[in-house]
DNA sequence: CATGGTATATCG
DNA sequence: CGATATAC
């Protein structure tokens, strides 16, 4: 599809994308689902009572034990004896997946709240292009508003940098002008580094709200986000700077690259004879084009300079919902009764899908998919055939994929027999795609709703706090920067996409329970999806007003069928003798009898459904009605003769499929390129955290703090997490602060300090659990007050805070003023911080805050604004060696 | 035999 | 539109 679009070659760098990736998601979420289980060995199988089922998931503690995917049940079991091996459902003979895609769909609404410019890459996996939070946070910093201190970037890894410190004092250091190139990098960079703390926000925010960690990538495009994920892996994040960029090409596999990874991939390395990226840098886009497709040529030779343009699209919903199943060696369907048996169930599971779809999106499918593969001669030819989808009738689906596969098959059964298929079928698949929105509606009183919904523009993605922009328009007027750039290119989307009130509704109580974030959500123009956007008002012709109504009443309806449905399923057996017969005699002749039971339940629904749906003319099409249907298949099953010999025992399939995901063991080779990543000894609960800290245990008892990583001795804990909120508070909270403190300590009492303050983010105070996973960010939040209290006595008895300042406390070389000896080094990450900051300044011109709701007026910020020529460097601070040494 | 089910993009 | 490729 023509969704893909492209920023301009200016603003290659950007953007801040990143590429968020659930750590062995299908693992996750059995184990949520049994907690018991939880912190074990786990390997997901696929119910095969073959070899204990195929893997298709791996967490990392059973990938420490050396079970991989690719191993059976049963392998992995003698590799760790302890492992849980939880199964993939099963419905209708095949694997079912839908736990995985509502788990999945739950970390993107999440995600969601973010940015809406999230596109949706597969069940686990997404882009957000984050760049305008993350210049709406860089003007927060240089306002004094945000703080970037090392608490922040806890668990973010630098392509190229032993740790983020030396990347932060890199990036702070003003000295050394450069050329106005590497000046940009600089700029560019620096946006990586305060995305990465948007980055761990919402790592956070997933684990806290589903429960489930993922790692993510922090670059400037999507190819080198979905690269740099995989260095760091779980519960890790990584950034990749363009200046890192050409020392990991020089390792990195030319297969490694998403996109050059099979056929393509070895082509362009046989080829131009190379191995590595950064060998693809040599050769002109001319060459390239013409060995490869002009397209990909000058794809790759972007890539090879750590370019790819294509932008970050809005996309949450597959545009396609289809199934498939194998049927393997033996399995391999050869006759009719068992082809449409399989076809039904294809053909139900779809159905059953979009209906929902259609529910929760408002949107209809129209073309379906058949594709299938036949073993002709000794050889694999696979077909796909599209047709009119008109309804979504299960047997509608069935019989015209049926009739697809006739008509284009030339010799479909065998001569002389009715029922045994010429060439055996050994993969069958049901995709339903061509979304159209049923959208509209518009009736009178509803478009009001339609209006203050959209006037709100708080829309769905817009957090449930009102902080939302409203008025849909345009941008925060932010930095230009982003014009160019990246949604800005994506210049796609427009239309709001019209729901019905159904929908209204649902979005409004999505938006009631949404868990955002804190923070200002970012406006952003284009606000929807384009889901719906191919719905360009013009493709369609409403079905009109009628419809409206139509609307729900089919809603009605179609729950009615699938009451009915299921009724009918319990007494169908009956309804469908001819069927029923068949079906007994292909069982006879086959080893397994239990899967074919469905059948005949189906039949009798099947046929329920669409009558009523034809007699409310529910689903309407401009195609032809082929009013034909059913008979189709009771004819062919009629057809299908018992002769035993039709089924050759073949109709056996289901019990042997595992089913997939797969999630990439980035295990391996991996990382091996650049940013190695090897530490991790005992995954507990949260593995990550700890890498940057050599695992040197003090005789001490020392407490790890989630803040900073580092071990604190047990008795400093609650201090030292003091402090962690201190910094995490605003420039002006912490003045407070501080001088709440310090009159506290002046009197020596309790002097009910500092109060007030309440500063539109929520400062959150650590929780005091030690052992708790690395969520940041938590809402916990704690008063200034209490926290003060807290410092000050009660709880923890022996707090360091009881001695004379003096020995406590010590002058700091900078500002002069006295800061407890624990916080030292926090205190100096505050001014370096501070450093950065200015260096930020540099780099921006105050950006208005958009307040203007109608004013669609562009912000005219020239887009000199983020070209602004970066101002000498000024304030020489103090190296910012210690900056972040902790970590 | 036999990872295997999904989803999407692109070329002709 | 269908075949093919890629990747999770």
Known sequence: MSTKTNISLKNKFDRVVVLVDMDCFYCQVEEKLTPEIKGKPIAVV??????????IAVNYPARAKGVTRHMRGDEAKQHC?????????????????????????????????????????????????????????????????????????????????????????????????????????????????????????????????????????IAHNKILAKLTAGFHKPNKQTILPIDSIPKLYETLPVKKVKGLGGKLGEQVCEVLKIKFMSELEQFPESLLQQHFEERMGSWMYLMARGIDLEAVTAKFHSKSIGCCKRFPGKNAITGLATLTHWLSELATEVAERLEKDLDENNRTAKLLTVSYCQQIDDVDVSSTRSIPLVAYEIERIATDALEAIKRNT?????????????????????????????????????????QSYSAKGATAEEGPSGMGRRKSSTEPAMLEVLDAAPSATGTSEKIKPKKDIKHFLQQQCKGAIAVCEDEPKLPHSEGETQDTKPVSSATKVQYSDPLAETVKPKKDIKHFLQQQSTAAKKSASEDSQQLKTETVEE??????????????????????????????NIIELKSIHNVVETNSTNHSKREE????????????????????ETKRDETLENSSSTAEAKPQPNYKETYAEFNFIPPVEPAIVTVDCQQCGSKIPENEY??????????????????????????????????????????????????????????HSSSSGVSIERFLSKTRSIDE???????????????????????????????????????????????????????????????KRPSTAVEEIMLPAKQKVKPVSSYFSKL
């Not at 696929?46 to 893997?55: E, H, R, S, T, V």
Request: charged residues 25%.
């Open 81 to 217: 004896p302890e492992i849980e091996l939880p199964q993939v459902p099963q419905v209708r003979g095949k694997a079912d997946l839908t736990r995985y895609r509502e788990a999945g769909k739950e970390v993107a609404e999440v995600l969601k709240c973010f940015t809406p410019l999230l596109e949706r890459a597969s069940i686990d996996e997404a882009y957000l292009d984050i760049t305008e939070r993350v210049l709406v946070r860089i003007r927060e910093m240089n306002e004094g508003k945000f703080q970037l201190l090392p608490d922040k970037l806890v668990n973010t890894f630098v392509v190229g940098y032993e740790n983020i410190g030396e990347f932060v004092k890199k990036l702070s250091n003003n000295s050394d002008d450069q050329s106005s190139d590497k000046l940009e990098y600089k700029k560019s960079d620096i946006k990586l580094l305060v995305g990465a703390s948007i980055v761990n926000e919402i790592r956070a925010a997933v684990k806290e709200k589903t429960g489930y960690e993922c790692s993510a990538g």
């Open 46 to 55: 696929q119910y095969n009572p073959w070899q204990g089922g195929g893997i």
């Open 797 to 859: 008895g022996p707090i360091i805070a009881s001695t004379s300042e003096t020995e406590t406390h010590s002058r700091c070389p900078e500002c002069g003023k006295m800061i407890a000896l624990l916080a030292i080094s926090e205190h100096q990450d505050y001014h370096v911080a501070k450093r950065l900051q200015q260096e930020l300044h540099r780099l921006e011109a105050p950006a208005q805050p958009q307040t203007g709701d109608t004013a669609s007026t562009k912000r």
């Open 718 to 775: 609650i201090s030292h997490q003091d402090f962690h909120f201190a910094l995490s508070l605003s420039q002006q909270q912490r003045d407070e602060f501080r001088n709440g403190l310090k009159s506290k300590l002046a009197a020596g009492t309790n002097a009910a300090a500092a109060k007030g303050t309440k500063s539109p983010i929520p400062a959150k105070r650590p929780s005091k659990t030690p052992s708790g996973p690395a969520t």
């Open 587 to 616: 069982k006879a002749a086959n080893p397994d009898p239990d899967q074919m039971k469905p059948e005949g339940g189906y039949k009798s629904v099947l046929h329920q459904s669409t009558a009523k749906s034809k007699d409310h």
């Open 641 to 660: 003769t018992p002769t035993s010999a039709t089924y050759n025992g073949n109709i056996e399939p289901d019990k042997n499929q595992p089913v997939t």
């Open 410 to 450: 030339d010799r479909f059964l065998k001569t002389n027999s009715t029922t045994v298929l010429n060439n055996a079928i050994k993969f069958l698949g049901l995709s339903a795609g061509k979304f159209e929105s049923n959208g509209a509606t518009k009736g009178g009183g509803i478009k009001e709703m339609f």
